[in-house]
């Protein structure tokens, strides 16, 4: 699964790497190197213009973590951080928003954990990677989102609706596949036009559109343990740390989404 990541970039940067056409200064988020579910993320969706109607492309916050519009409650969010690409297109929760509501969640890398021992004591432990693209390049993680309505606040109360996302992942590979077994998907430039557009619903063409990021071209690298906190934030969260001594505990490849 893909439960954790970093994205630091500033919406000003973000516009200007995703070609969008608004997004709204006062919405700005503060750079964050461990972002957790039910956080706030920054999305790129092209939705119409409420006054014009013409679709545009936004920059805009979003609640990691998908609600259906059918859902009885928000809380099933955190459950829903991740959708399979192999069965996205028809879940009930995602096939909607598969279909209309598709958007990039722009990443620096993201984080993965890997059973091993501890040196001298041989206890096993949780050690945190940080996989990113080899040539540090932003990932434009291929991500759904989608409205809810509290039924319980008026229709003009600006908590009424709650937008949420989540991470399309697929089977792990490369330098991500010896720490996981899955990973988050990638829109690579080319196709990030097709991937946002509403317009487009072929559910067969727009799967053809998802790869891994950066073309499998992924370094990964042993962080601190601080991540594992969702309390802990800063750059200080990327610095590498020694390769954890002797073997992994374990098997390494368990379910994940």
Same mark, same amino acid.
């Given at each position: 699964?893909?439960?954790?990541?970093?994205?630091?970039?500033?919406?000003?940067?973000?516009?200007?790497?995703?070609?969008?056409?608004?997004?709204?200064?006062?919405?700005?988020?503060?750079?964050?190197?461990?972002?957790?579910?039910?956080?706030?993320?920054?999305?790129?969706?092209?939705?119409?213009?409420?006054?014009?109607?013409?679709?545009?492309?936004?920059?805009?916050?979003?609640?990691?973590?998908?609600? +259906?519009?059918?859902?009885?409650?928000?809380?099933?969010?955190?459950?829903?951080?991740?959708?399979?690409?192999?069965?996205?297109?028809?879940?009930?929760?995602?096939?909607?928003?598969?279909?209309?509501?598709?958007?990039?969640?722009? !990443?620096?890398?993201?984080?993965?954990?890997?059973?091993?021992?501890?040196?001298?004591?041989?206890?096993?432990?949780?050690? %945190?990677?940080?996989?990113?693209?080899?040539?540090?390049?932003?990932?434009?993680?291929?991500?759904?989102?989608?409205?809810?309505?509290?039924?319980?606040?008026?229709?003009?109360?600006?908590?009424?609706?709650?937008?949420?996302?989540?991470?399309?992942?697929?089977? !792990?590979?490369?330098?991500?596949?010896?720490?996981? +077994?899955?990973?988050?998907?990638?829109?690579? %430039?080319?196709?990030?036009?097709?991937?946002?557009?509403?317009?487009?619903?072929?559910?067969?063409?727009?799967?053809?559109?998802?790869?891994? %990021?950066?073309?499998?071209?992924?370094?990964?690298?042993?962080?601190?343990? !601080?991540?594992?906190?969702?309390?802990?934030?800063?750059?200080?969260?990327?610095? +590498?740390?020694?390769?954890?001594?002797?073997? +992994?505990?374990?098997?390494?490849?368990?379910?994940?989404?």
């Amino acid at each position: 699964m893909c439960g954790r990541y970093a994205s630091t970039r500033a919406p000003e940067d973000l516009a200007g790497l995703f070609d969008v056409d608004r997004w709204e200064p006062e919405q700005a988020l503060a750079p964050n190197y461990n972002v957790a579910p039910t956080d706030e993320v920054w999305a790129v969706v092209e939705a119409p213009d409420r006054e014009t109607g013409a679709v545009e492309r936004q920059l805009r916050p979003l609640r990691w973590g998908l609600v +259906p519009f059918w859902a009885k409650s928000p809380n099933v969010g955190p459950k829903m951080i991740n959708a399979r690409v192999e069965t996205v297109h028809e879940k009930p929760a995602y096939r909607r928003a598969f279909a209309k509501r598709r958007c990039l969640l722009p !990443a620096d890398g993201f984080y993965e954990w890997r059973t091993a021992r501890a040196a001298g004591t041989g206890k096993s432990y949780k050690q %945190p990677y940080f996989i990113t693209p080899e040539d540090g390049e932003i990932m434009a993680l291929a991500g759904l989102y989608e409205f809810w309505r509290d039924p319980e606040r008026d229709d003009g109360d600006p908590r009424a609706w709650w937008a949420t996302c989540t991470v399309i992942t697929t089977e !792990a590979t490369d330098a991500a596949g010896r720490v996981h +077994p899955r990973m988050p998907l990638a829109i690579t %430039p080319g196709d990030q036009a097709a991937w946002l557009d509403p317009a487009h619903q072929d559910p067969d063409e727009l799967r053809s559109l998802l790869s891994s %990021p950066a073309g499998g071209r992924l370094d990964a690298r042993p962080v601190s343990t !601080a991540v594992n906190n969702v309390r802990n934030n800063g750059p200080h969260l990327l610095d +590498p740390v020694p390769e954890p001594d002797g073997s +992994p505990a374990g098997d390494q490849r368990q379910d994940g989404s």
